[in-house]
């Protein structure tokens, strides 16, 4: 995964551009206190139940009300109720403190952006109410405020992630910036104005580029000092995507990756996800995370419409005039500065043009043109009524377009009229918006706990039903935990009755519509569309019977279009244009279905089954048109790294005879490109074979290329890179052997640290690049230790176990008599039963092991040193007469057996009555051979012996285990040779 490190590809065509992990960080900064951890003391609970009714007079009453439904909900509330008037004392005073000190902290302008929005806007959501008018005004204007800068940090942190890799120069980050603002512009007013400013938001973003980059080395140096699992983690993930701008990060990075190493912790990087064809490709928005993060907003209760119409280019030049009282000339000056910036954009280019006489069209009558809009906007407010009840909820596409408009006149509206309702428009959206994600989130988890009421009479007044005593029991079961989601939830949590009301309202509306979708579906077919419905399904159906089996239609009707999919897969991979149009693919189809290689609904609705494959490769390839033209290939200038190209030449091969020529011109220059730097990283290794030196020597590499490109060498050997700038081709040799390093020692460290390297043949590979790239790699990461440790390592994992070492002499003992062979009993009695497998072979402790003195083969499984294979021969320990061997009168050298299969002896009938035999002192022990040369050891069969002692090889434990007998070629019949011909006179016991 190091080699991430040295990645530069601006070209990220992996399916999504957007890194969700970086998305989601970022939203973490606009998201509110938490309620568990931050508000555990009861008097907020109580004041969220009651309001201004939480104040002494009115609590004990309203509270008492108020339990007789809630007493149940979950631990809190049931203490808050187990007392009413406990719970009701001193809560007004300790309410009315905290309420002081929210008023000193709104007016405390220390406060930042996010500590303010965070904290101090829940805070407000608890006391507002409570405070009986005295931080209304305040609270608003903090809410106003909020929604503004988190709308503002959406948008910017959309455009940080879309510029990821580009805020190393300006040219680069505003033509990044140009090609992602042809589609982005007009999704929010935000996202707009910083498209508009295009090279003063290159500025910005690179400025806090850097300071992030200086305070990521500080912070990454400081922790070096030690580490652990998690922060190897963390800046693996950290290191990947912060070195793309900032290159002073890549050596604490990479001394970061390998002191982790060093201490086993190996944590490799997501891989790129590239897109398949046979899943629905990603929509444009989805890939620049602006589906994505407005979704995750809104959930969170921060919306973000695309507004039905564009802001005009009269009112966006308004928007840049920010004085009141405007003249013609002021116009002018600002398009002057502004207009190279944004002329780029199709419909700001016509505003830039200038007049013969050197005037702009749009800055004639400036002034009135202003008043014109403002009046305009204002008598739209008249007849929705908003502008005599300023508090009138309004609807999505109402909020949509009235911020987009405020968010450019707001500035001249106050002038025009005197007030400024955009104010109120803001709070009134933030509002409803939050009231609404709150209302989403508890339909989610009441799923499937109350069915609405489909009579026709409701359905005609276009409003559900629901038992009212049902609902509200499942809203207060699930309201146990989700108290604890958002103020909001916790407030609709109190009051179920009201709550369950909405949400039947909402449940109705949200399966209508879901309805009309599901009717939609059925004339266009969509892997998309399949996906989002089903997500809809999911929550949706149980609140209504209709819908579920429309749901269930929709699930078969999913996976019919997913095997099409994959199907046209398959005829795409034969490079052929066989889906290039209808006829051609009923053709297709028809030969196919005859010849019965095709099976299936695709042959029995030949006419369908095309239409649907058509329609998924039309989508694939209107996105990979889109994808090249964004990133330059409409001409030889496109961008694309070298690990994409093989992947997406491919792509191009695949759809290109498809897709009616959309594609060819688009293809053919990433081809060309691919090509080039194809042939550039040819020569860059043949240039490595000519330096004869150092390769991380950039003036040796230059002084080296030079000569090569002087006369005829330039047009024959290196054409590209004597055509190139040197030291740039030189610094890339370096950079690519540098990596070489880098990951030679990543992989060092893991096959030692997992230890999952015991071949010679493997070490031997290893050791021999330590040796060749050894003198170049001095200034890797401790890159002569690591191969100096590796070679350790190699040394005592390859060679034979040390035989162990003998122990202490004892004192001389005389040998032992060999005890008498025991009579031949007059008849045999019955075998004694079969004993379990663990006790069928115990280690004897007075024998040594014998182990193979040859090395192991490479790849070749190695005996394994089990007690299950040793013999039983303990004191006091009963020995069966079958299992006795003939004791040998004294050690002998071991013979070659005469057969591979020698039969093993007769068990001896069993004495009448066996005494234990009296213990005998261990004999001992005969000299170990002479070391010499090993030969590695072969168990394949049992007449394989080592070619050292003659001794058959021991199997691994697993394959002695058997029903009690001894099979040819088994484990335990390889065993009983060793004994006999292995231990000679010692005696062993079976």
């Not at 009115?58 to 009300?65: D, H, I, S, T, V």
């Amino acid at each position: 995964g190091i080699e991430r490190l040295y990645e530069e590809d601006g070209f990220e065509l992996n399916g999504k551009k957007a890194s969700e992990k970086f998305l989601e960080e970022q939203l973490r900064r606009t998201e509110l206190e938490d309620l568990r951890t931050c508000y555990k003391e009861d008097c907020y609970y109580t004041v969220a139940l009651l309001g201004q009714y939480a104040k002494p007079g009115y609590c004990k009453a309203k509270l008492a009300e108020h339990c007789k439904t809630l007493g149940g909900m979950n631990g809190r509330i049931k203490e808050i109720c187990k007392n009413v008037k406990k719970s009701c004392e001193r809560k007004g005073y300790e309410l009315q403190k905290r309420e002081e000190q929210l008023i000193l902290d709104l007016d405390n302008k220390n406060f930042g952006n996010q500590e303010r929005c965070s904290k101090l806007q829940v805070r407000c959501l608890f006391l507002e109410d409570f405070s009986r008018g005295v931080l209304t005004h305040r609270c608003e204007n903090l809410r106003e405020h909020c929604y503004l800068w988190t709308r503002k940090t959406l948008a910017e942190t959309i455009m940080k992630n879309l510029l990821k890799g580009y805020l190393g120069s300006e040219n680069r980050c505003v033509k990044k910036l140009r090609s992602e603002c042809h589609h982005m512009s007009r999704e929010s007013p935000e996202l707009l104005d910083l498209c508009l400013e295009s090279i003063g938001t290159c500025n910005k973003f690179i400025e806090e580029s850097k300071k992030e980059c200086q305070r990521l080395v500080g912070e990454l140096n400081r922790e070096k000092s030690s580490v652990s699992k998690e922060k190897c983690k963390k800046w693996r993930n950290t290191c990947y995507r912060g070195i793309l701008d900032c290159h002073s990060l890549k050596r604490p990075c990479i001394e970061m990756i390998f002191l982790c190493g060093e201490n086993g912790f190996f944590h490799e990087p997501e891989k790129k996800k590239h897109y398949r064809l046979d899943e629905g490709p990603p929509k444009l928005l989805e890939e620049m995370g602006i589906s994505t993060i407005h979704s995750k907003m809104k959930d969170k209760g921060v919306c973000v419409f695309k507004p039905g119409s564009c802001p005009t280019p009269e009112e966006v030049v308004q928007f840049m005039v920010k004085k009141t009282y405007i003249y013609d000339s002021d116009c002018a000056k600002v398009l002057d500065k502004k207009c190279p910036s944004m002329s780029y954009l199709p419909y700001m280019k016509t505003v830039c043009s200038r007049k013969r006489d050197g005037s702009y069209d749009v800055c004639n009558g400036f002034y009135n043109k202003v008043g014109s809009n403002c009046n305009r906007m204002f008598n739209e407010l008249k007849k929705t009524g908003f502008w005599s009840r300023p508090d009138r909820p309004l609807s999505e596409s109402e909020c949509a377009d009235y911020i987009s408009k405020c968010y450019f006149l707001s500035h001249h509206l106050g002038h025009w009229k005197n007030y400024d309702f955009c104010f109120h428009i803001r709070t009134v959206c933030y509002h409803a918006s939050m009231h609404s994600a709150a209302e989403t989130f508890l339909l989610k988890q009441l799923h499937g706990k109350f069915t609405l009421d489909e009579s026709s009479k409701r359905n005609k007044k276009g409003t559900g039903d629901v038992s009212s005593q049902k609902c509200v029991q499942a809203l207060l079961n699930k309201c146990s935990e989700a108290i604890y989601h958002s103020y909001h939830v916790l407030h609709k949590c109190l009051h179920p009755v009201e709550t369950c009301k909405n949400l039947t309202i909402l449940a109705g509306k949200e399966t209508s519509q879901l309805n009309k979708n599901l009717e939609e579906m059925e004339k266009k077919p969509d892997l998309t569309i399949c996906e989002h419905l089903m997500k809809k399904c999911s929550y949706l159906e149980g609140y209504s019977t209709q819908l579920k089996q429309k749901c269930l239609k929709l699930n078969s009707k999913c996976k019919e279009i997913k095997n099409l999919a994959e199907l046209a897969v398959e005829i795409l991979k034969e490079e052929g244009n066989y889906l290039r149009n209808e006829e051609m693919c009923r053709n297709y189809l028809q030969i196919e279905c005859t010849k019965e290689t095709i099976k299936g609904s695709a042959c029995r609705f030949i006419v369908e089954a095309c239409d649907t494959m058509l329609l998924h490769v039309k989508e694939h390839c209107d996105f990979l048109s889109k994808d090249l033209k964004l990133h330059g290939f409409e001409s030889d200038n496109g961008e694309i790294g070298s690990e994409q190209c093989s992947h997406y030449k491919n792509r191009c091969d695949i759809l290109e005879k498809n897709c009616h020529g959309t594609l060819k011109n688009l293809c053919r220059n990433l081809k060309k490109k691919c090509h080039h730097i194809e042939s550039e990283n040819k020569e860059l290794e043949m240039l490595l074979g000519k330096l004869g030196g150092n390769p991380m020597d950039i003036d040796h590499c230059k002084k080296t290329l030079e000569s090569k490109c002087q006369g005829s060498g330039k047009t024959k050997e290196f054409p590209i890179l004597c055509s190139t700038n040197m030291s740039q081709s030189c610094e890339r040799l370096r950079e690519n052997y540098e990596k070489k390093c880098f990951s030679l020692g990543m992989k060092l460290l893991e096959v030692k640290q997992k230890g999952n390297s015991n071949s010679s043949q493997e070490c031997s590979q290893l050791l021999s690049l330590c040796k060749s790239m050894g003198s170049y790699c001095t200034n890797v990461y401790s890159f002569t230790t690591m191969c100096d440790s590796f070679e350790t390592h190699c040394q005592s994992s390859t060679k034979p176990p040390a035989p162990p070492k003998p122990a202490p002499a004892p004192k001389p003992v005389p040998p032992a008599p060999v005890p008498p062979t025991p009579p031949t009993p007059p008849e045999p009695a019955p075998a004694p039963p079969t004993k379990p497998d663990s006790e069928k072979a115990k280690p004897d402790p007075a024998r040594p092991e014998d182990k193979p003195e040859g090395e192991d083969k490479p790849g070749e499984d190695k005996p394994e040193d089990t007690e299950d294979t040793e013999d039983k021969g303990k004191e006091g320990e009963e020995v069966r007469p079958e299992d006795r061997l003939a004791p040998h009168p004294k050690p002998q050298p071991e013979p070659e057996p005469e057969s591979p299969e020698p039969q093993p002896p007769a068990p001896a009938p069993a004495p009448p009555a066996p005494k234990p035999a009296p213990p005998t002192p261990p004999r001992p022990r005969p000299k170990p051979p002479a070391p010499g040369p090993t030969t590695p050891t072969t168990a394949t069969t049992p007449s394989a012996t080592s070619s050292q002692t003659g001794r058959p090889s021991i199997l691994p434990e697993e394959e002695m285990k058997g029903e009690g007998m001894i099979k040819k070629g088994s484990k335990g019949y390889l065993l009983i040779i060793w004994i006999i011909v292995g231990v000679g006179g010692v005696g062993g016991v079976l």
